[in-house]
């Protein structure tokens, strides 16, 4: 059965008709299907589902980017065992008007591919974006940083958002444009380079918590370390081994929020023998320690 819902039940300020959160989906919790009066935009920051669209069912995984405009009915399939993490940008279309990207400087006549459809209710969005590399840690950067804008609510909030969602749109819509350029050649030997990196990007999603190591990866993958990090490097911005911390403490910081287990506990859980190495990680790459993230979120 479809559910409706309604801008009042997120956005409390006509005024700035804006609202965004984190969420964390699996098999046996998940959005009933529903549609919405508000624009909604969707990254994935973590995991694999199917996005049921309009009755059709396509595969999202981690760097998808993909919006759901008004009275748009939709919501998420997930297999046992696997979990889906987003990031939820909902809002009204009068957030960002014609005048004010004008009054930027942006040319209403350049073709700002996700910027449209906000504007123009006669245009429609149905296909998904991927992101990798500079251009996926830029996008989570400032979805990040939004949030951060939102729940804090200091002084001038509202414009700061609304100037990175422009910046968003904008990166958004050069990433785009630049897929939609790839062909021929270069395009199959980028498709089967990433269709690698996903399925290694799966198996660490699937065993972080065991002990991983590069020659395993190579063996069940059929490829040099070499080859390996300098695919990860090109396509990701980061290591093999960068993307192992980055998914155990992303999972971490799951466990510190759902759950009242111990930190030595939980660096246990995500595949760390010593907490103390898992406390400095942590700090490195969230900017505070396990405790303090648990106190603050």
Known sequence: MEKQLHSSQFIQEQSFPFWIRRFYHDHEHVPLLHGHDFVELVYVVRGEAQHVFEGHYYEIRAGDVFIINPGEV????????????????????????????????????????????????????????????????????????????????????????????????????????????????EAIRNNARQLLIQRICGYLERYYDKKLSIPVLCELFNISSRQLNRIFKESLGMTVVDMIHRIRIERAKHLLMETDEKVITIAGRVGYEDPAFFSRLFHRQVGCSPGKYRETS
């Open 74 to 185: 939709h919501t998420y399939s997930i297999n046992p065992g696997k979990d889906l993490e987003i990031i939820n940008c909902l809002f009204m279309p009068d957030l960002i008007q014609g005048n004010w990207l004008l009054d930027l400087g942006i040319s209403q006549s350049m073709d700002y591919f996700y910027v449209h459809p906000f504007l123009d209710k006669r245009e429609r969005f149905h296909r998904c974006l991927n992101l990798n590399g500079q251009d996926a840690a830029r996008t989570l950067f400032l979805l990040e940083t939004i949030i951060h804008e939102f729940d804090n609510r200091l002084t001038g909030f509202e414009t700061l958002i609304r100037l990175q969602m422009v910046e968003l749109l904008i990166l958004l819509s050069r990433s785009y444009r630049h897929a939609e350029g790839q062909s021929g050649r």
